[in-house]
Each structure stands twice: as C-alpha cells, then as structure tokens.
C-alpha cells in the first residue's frame, strides 16, 4: 500500500506540473502575460466582430450554366444544326438547360452533339414536343455548390489578411448549409468589413453595341422591341457625375475577374482617383486582338464598356490597340479606389453573398467582463471553500486542495488545446467549481454514513469511495450528454460554454475520486489503528 | 459539523402538497406564455438590430428618445441596463424590431441609431459598445437550433437512464426535467426577461443538473432495493431519499452559492443565464425529490391497481 501511495502521489504531483505549464508555459514578461499568451479569449472578451454569411450558390450554378448555353450554341452551330434555340427558361431551376427547335431532319445530329463528352454533366431528356431538357446531374452540383464555398472562403480569407487583422478566423459554419463563419478580433467596425467582404466585384469589359439611352423603353424602342440574344442593356453611369444610362453590351465579355493580373489604386492627370490594372499574359493577348480590330482608325471602330457588379462604370471609345494594361476612371473617392484594387487583386467571389448575423463586441465591454467573471469564481470558490472546511473539517481541506487542482487542469487543457474562453465559459468554470464539489460532498456523506454504522475509520474510506464511484459515473456522463448537445448546436460563447464545462467534468472525475483518495489514504496511513477521521 | 444526521420524513405521503406546489407554478408560467408575455424572446431568435450604448454621464431616456424620433427611427425600444444589484449603469439597449435587419442589407439600423445619437443627442458623449444583428434567416436557425438541442439532450439522458437503469427511470428522470424546464421558461416570461441564446446553454446545463440530482435518488433507490426485497417500495423510496437528503442540500446550496455569486457579481450581460441558473437550481432539487421519486411509485401503484406482476423497478444490479 506504502509504496502504491508514492507512486499515486508522484502521479499527482506530475499533472499537476504538467497542467501548471498548460496555463503558463514557460513565464516570461509576467505572469498575466504567460497566462493571455496561452489562453485564447473569445471575441465577447477581447472585443472584436462575429459575422455568419450565407453565400448564393445559386449564383454559381447559373453561371455555369450560362457559359454552357454559349458552348452549346455554337456547338450545334457547327454539327450544322440551325434554327435551334438554347435557353433557361425557369429561373428557380438554374441547372436546366432547354433545346427547341431542332429540325426534325437533324434531331439525330443534335442528339449526338448534347450526348457528347463535352455535356456529360448533364441529365439528356427528350420531351413530347421535340425540345430537349439537359439537367445538370446531382453530383455535378454538389461539386460546383462545394467548390463555390470554398472559392469564397479563400476569397474573403485573402481580402481580409489584407486588411491586417490578426488571427481571423473563417471557415464553413456548420450549422446551415453554404455558410461562413468570419471572426475578426478587434475589429468593432463592421460597416467598413461587410462592404469589402459583400462586393462581389466582378469586373468586366464589354463590347458596346448600341446606346447611351435614357430609359429602358427608349432602349427597346431603339432595338425594334427586341433584344438581341447575345446582348443584354446594363444601368450605369458610365463617366464621373454622368447620370444613369443605359448601354446594349455584347453578353460575352472581351476579359473579365480571373483575367486580371494585378490593380492598384492611382490618380489621373485630373487628380482623381483611379484604379490601374493589369491582364494576364494570355487575356492580354486577346485584349490586344480585339481592341486592334477596332480602333478608331480601322473599319469598325467600337467602344467599350467597364463593367462592375453589373453596374457600367466607364465607357470608353478605343483609341489604340492595348495589350496587358489600362486604368479605370470611374467617380471613386479615394477609399472606393483603394479597396476596389484590393479586391480585384484578390479574385471575385464566385456568387454573391448575404449577411445572416452580425455582432461586435467593443473592447471596454470585454474588459469589463472578464474582470466581473473573475470576481464572481473568486467570491463562488472562497465561499464554497470556506464552507467545506467548515463542515467536514479535515476532510474540507482535502475537498479543497481537490478543488484548486481542478481548476488547475480545466485551464491546464484549455491551454494545451487552444480552445477558446469565452463569457459564458467563465460561467462555466464558476459552475464546474459548485459541481464539482458535489463529488466529494457524495462521497464525503457515504463515509459519514458508514462510519454511523460503524465501520472503521479505514473501512468507511473504502466503502464510501466504492459507493459513491457508481454515482459519480452516472451523474457525470448526463452532465457530458448535455455538455456534448451544447457543443454540437451551438456556437462562439456557447460552444466555449460547453468546452469548460466538459473539461471541467472530466477533471473533476480525476479530481474527485483519485486525488482525494490519495489524501485520505495518507491520512489514514499515520493515524493510528482505530483514531477517528476528522470528517 | 452536520446539518442532518437521521431524517426520518415521510416525502411519498406529501406527494399530493407537491403535486399542488408544481402544478400552480407550471400552470401560472404556462398561462403567462400562452396569454400574458407569451416566451420574450431575445435579439438571437426574433431577429432585429440591438445596439448597447454606453454614455459618459447618467443618459437621459427620453431625450435618447427625442434623438431617434427626430431621425425618423420611430419603433426604437430604448432600455436601460442595470447589474443585478438594481444600480442603473450609465448605458442603454437600444433595439430596432426585425424589419431593420434583412438578410440584404445588415447595417442600415446601427448606422441610423448611431447617427441619430450624434446628431440630436446632446447631453454627453457615448461610444456604442456591442452591436447585434441578426438577420430573419439566422433568426430561424438559431430557434430551430435551440429547440433540437434540448430535445436532443432529452433525449439522449433517456436513453442513458434506460441502459443504466431501467425505461420508467428514465422516463420519471425526463418527465421532472421537463417539468423544470417549463418552470423556468414560464419564471422568464412571467418577469417578462428575454431568452437569449446563452439562457437556452443555461437551460441545457440545468438539464444535466437536475438530471444528475435525480440520479443520486435513483442510485439509492436501486441499490436498497437491492438488499431488502421485502420491503415496499414506498418504504424503500422514503428511506433513499431521507439517506441521499444531507448530500442533496449541501451540493445544491454549494451550486446555488456560486451561482448566486455568479448573478451578483458576473455583470448584466450574464444576467439572463445566471438568472436561469438560480431558478433551475431550486427547482431542480425540489423536483428530484417532489416529482421524480414519487413517479416511480405511482407507476408501481398503477401496475398493480391493474392487476399485474408486481415488479419492482430494480433495475440491473448495480455494476460498473
């Protein structure tokens, strides 16, 4: 027994050392310091901004589609197959695509153009008035629906590094489907974070083939009432201060979002501010082929119009042929101009994005709070403790002495895992110490009660512990259910919530049953045979 | 020292006092949910904008409301915030109902208090110290959450007390928590204080609580029923309870300490939970002892009012 109680106690004494370094690591600059260094505060504590977005996947699968109903134009083009028209006609089913008017005399040429290779993400349907139905197959969209999310994550993960944030997070928020999670410490500005995250900033140049108008009928009127297919009329200004016009652009664009190499914010001669931007070596090249076919000194002379996020911000008559440079001019202030290179430098998001929550938290507030959670464990651990030795004497300091440890490894592994501490995980770490308790006040009632039916001082500790161990077990696995339930469901300062009081159990579990036994057993060891325990 | 050293209450023959006792309680938060401040539920479910503003001197709520109505933000419910010793802080919850937070645009409602503020609000200096926001989307999620995670942990400990015990257990253990769950939301919404997502970790937490009081009866109750067969349950269920009571009262009064010294002194934005916590906490015991002890019984009572075997609900043996 003497020498199992070394070993027990030399155990002990090493998780304790081990859970102390958890907490500190090795001191440096004071001990608050070695203690914010290894334990992570939550946003409610350290001030900062908590955003969950939902991005349109939506978005993404329309695009691909889109870009399918122009391959597949031309394609049936080139099986010879005129007079068909390929659309989307329900905009809730963006992954349909319709064939109509297929001649019947090439229906078996048309067929073999949609069961190619090129379309084999798509469901072919025939339906009873001779269209075809192409529906992008289930996995397709999945994968697209995953990808996009994943575009957007390193999207906004990129614009927000540049903004300099320290330690951002942003992942997938598990709880809803095709959302993010952004925390930014420190940041208790959200207005400016939301515009730079929102912008989609999907940037394009396009052929202009018809306009300014006014209104949209004059638009149409223009146009006979039609518009044509490969066009589309798109609002804007078009100049610094201009009113909103109107512009028939090519659909198509000459180059657009991943073309784009590189922009920074400038001024022109004017002194207004301007956004300077270069192509990749490859659109620079295409650029270069249609901007020379229509200068203003060849047969067809053309302008062309700056899209962003669908809105036309600079129209511009080509001078001379460009190749891989040119700059935006459009009524930026200085910041818009700033940011907007910013984000194009950083890619487009891939659709757009909406904002399901929004909460900052302020620095002042943060303080306040861990300084009131820390008052309030303080005050609920010195009343608790004083309480024990009061009642159970001896025994007291022993529930005591396996308090402090508790905490000791509840921090020790919060430290050691990273996990974050948050407002109502001080809660938590205050409740764990009642609960905790309650450990030793079951088993401390059981060795009571045997010593009342008289039992020997040794016999009790023995029978006590045996007893209480089978509670012990059940009342804590319901506590860790619902600690479990908490950190599945919930998230930010809950989830901490749930971390510590987990921890806390488990620790307790060690606390409780092993460390106290080692103490009574010591006790136990230098009484003499028959002295009564003070408990 | 020792507070109890052999009770000998009958509790089973007051059964009917605290059928009374759960049922006024219930009945009157039921009734306040249904019919009076039905369940306030926070900025986290309903959805809205809730800006907390702290002024540099005492703030004036009527001309904070003057400020606003002269911005044209009409519907501003303006509240000022208090620490649980009823001393009134120099600061204010502003909250704009949902309609200010679509999932569109997010911001229009904190920038319309913020510079309604600046604009008309003359009397001091204020900083905005949190800002929440919560989208209809989000709202949803967030309620639907809530709800799956109680009936999950429900849920869950049932089939834990099943495997551990036997289903009767179970179903007494769920049927108490229940009962304090109710209890507790009907206390939130007869004094009309919100229910927030923190509130609902606080509920789940004194699930497992309640649950774990109930358990010590239990484990009790198993284990005499065990080594005396012969007595009845009724006796049986009196002397565990009368045996487990000491170990009840001083780990429920050393909870409820730190959880009072959590209300007193852990600030107002923990209101709510440690509020929950000290309701939860006084129901929990009582209902451990008041509501699931007794079911126990009453279901033996009926199996044999039916004519069947009688068997008691002793449960696997104890073993670990």
Known sequence: MGKNLAGKSAFIVAVLVIFCFGIVGIPHGGLTQSIKDRIHLGLDLKGGTHLVLEVHVAEAIASATDRDVARLEADLQKAGVAGATVGKTDPSRPQTIIVSGIPAAKLSDARGVLQGSDYANYDVAATADGNSTLTMKLGAVRDLETRTLD??????????????????????YGLGENQILVELPGVDDPARVEEIIQSTAKLSIHAVTGGPYETDQAALQANNGVIPPDSMLVHGTGSAGAPDQIWLLKRVSEVEGTDFRDAQPGQDQNGRPNIRFNLTT????????????????????????????????????????????????GAFTQQQANDLSLMLRTGALPASISYLETRTVGPSLGAASIHQGIIAAIAGMLAVMV????????????????????????????????????????????????????????????????????????????????????????THVT????????????????????????????????????????????????????????? | MELFRTTNIDWLGKKWYFLGFSLIFSVLGVLSILFWHHIPLGVDFKGGTQVRVAFDQAPNEDHIRQAMDRAGVHDARIQRVSDPSGHAANKVIIALPESTATDQSHDAGRQSVESALSANYHDSGFTVEQV?????????????????????????????????????YGVAAVVAVFHDTLITVGAFSLTNQEITLTVIAAILTLIGYSMNDTIVV?????????????????????RSINQTLSRTVISSGLTFLTVLSLYLFGGEVLHGFSFALVVGILIGTYSSIAVAAPMLVAYQDWRVSKGKTVTLPAGKRAKV
Do not use: C
């Open chain 1, 387 to 474: 309480f024990m030795l009061i009642y159970y004497r001896g025994a007291g300091i022993n529930a005591d002495l396996a308090l402090i440890l508790n905490l000791v490894i509840l921090l020790g592994f919060m430290g050691y895992t990273g996990s974050t501490l948050t407002l109502p995980g001080i809660a938590g770490v205050i409740l764990t110490i009642g609960m905790g308790v309650d450990s030793n006040v079951l088993i401390f009632e059981r060795i009571r009660e045997e010593l009342r039916a008289g039992k020997t001082a040794a016999a009790a500790v023995q029978q006590g512990f045996a007893h209480a161990w089978v509670t012990i077990i059940d």
């Open chain 2, 132 to 168: 929440e926001i919560v989208g209809p989307t989000a709202g949803k999620q967030l309620q639907k959450q809530a709800w799956l995670a109680t009936l999950y942990s429900l849920i869950g400990m049932l089939i834990y007390l099943w495997f551990r015990f036997e289903l009767i």
């Open chain 2, 218 to 238: 239990f484990d009790r109750i198993r284990e005499n029923l065990a080594l005396s067969r012969r007595e009845s349950l009724h006796d049986v269920v009196n």
């Open chain 1, 282 to 329: 490859d659109a620079g090249n295409r650029f270069y082929n249609y901007t020379q076919a229509h200068t203003a000194s060849s047969a067809t002379p053309g302008s062309m119009a700056i899209v962003l996020d669908n809105k036309v911000r600079e129209v511009a008559g080509i001078q001379s042929a460009i190749r891989d440079s040119g700059e935006i001019t």
């Open chain 1, 479 to 535: 506590t860790i259910v619902s600690a479990m339930i908490l950190f599945l469901f919930g998230s930010g300062p809950v989830r901490g919530f749930a971390i510590t009081l987990a921890f806390g159990l488990f620790a307790n579990l060690f606390t409780a049953v092993l460390v106290s036994r080692v103490i009574f057993d010591a006790i136990l060891q230098k009484k003499e045979r028959g002295a009564a325990l003070s408990i």
């Open chain 1, 151 to 172: 575009t957007s994550i390193e999207t906004i993960r990129e614009r927000i590094d540049k903004l300099g944030v320290s330690e951002p997070v942003i992942q997938k």
